[in-house]
Nanobody
């Protein structure tokens, strides 16, 4: 079994910062790409940021310059540093990872963590 567990969400005022963490645990041989997606109320889940095993990052235009994704492979953890937060960043943030389990690589999702940005 593999689990992705997010933490770090909460309530913050506009202009503030939050740092999300997502730790993968279980039978893991290696982790390829890791990423963050978000889903606002009444909207579809959307891409926010990804990072490859080699450290190449990609960001949605809406978060570019404000969010930074990073990873700690020794701890099987991915982070999302969110600065200059806006009310429109309010959403449930989900961690995603491609995890190699010895025979195949499978895609996993975390349970989500709520981020609320107030005016």
């Amino acid at each position: 079994q593999v689990q992705l567990v997010e933490s770090g969400g909460g309530l913050v005022q506009a202009g503030g910062s939050l740092r999300l963490s997502c730790a993968a645990s279980g039978s893991i041989f290696g982790i390829d790409a890791m990423g963050w997606y978000r889903q606002a109320p009444g909207k579809q889940r959307e891409f926010a940021a990804t990072i490859t095993a080699g450290g190449i990052t990609n960001y949605a235009d809406s978060v570019k310059g404000r969010f930074t994704i990073s990873r700690d492979d020794a701890k099987n953890t991915v982070f999302l540093q969110m600065n200059s937060l806006k009310p429109e960043d309010t959403a449930v943030y989900y961690c995603n990872a491609d995890i190699y389990r010895g025979r195949s690589t499978l895609n996993y999702w975390g349970q989500g963590t709520q981020v609320t940005v107030s005016l």
